[in-house]
């Protein structure tokens, strides 16, 4: 579970805009994943990189057209170098 997100614009491979939103659903004690979810899709995302998901939460994701990628990387720049060059 993750308290605060990293969103990243992405324009021709190129990071284009970076910013951090905090998780409202951190202070939840029951929902936590799907209203995550909800906070992603409201943010309009089009790709979630993970290093662990519920399937409550990969499914919401999924059922609204986001594209759930998985990462084994420790740091945030490490997890974009890798998206980067997988596309």
């Known amino acids: 579970f993750s308290p605060y997100f990293m969103f990243v614009d992405i324009s021709e491979g190129r990071i284009t805009n970076s910013f951090i939103k905090e998780n409202p659903a951190k202070y939840l004690e029951k929902k936590k994943g799907i209203e995550t979810a909800n906070f992603l899709i409201g943010n ?9 998901i519920g399937m409550g939460s990969y499914n919401a994701l999924r059922n609204k057209y986001v594209r759930v990628v998985k990462t084994d990387k420790n740091t945030v720049g490490e997890t974009i170098d890798e998206f ?4």
């Not at 309009?44 to 662990?52: E, I, P």
């Not at 980067?84 to 596309?87: A, K, M, N, P, V």
């Open 44 to 52: 309009d995302v089009d790709v979630v990189v993970v290093k662990d």
């Open 84 to 87: 980067l060059s997988s596309r």
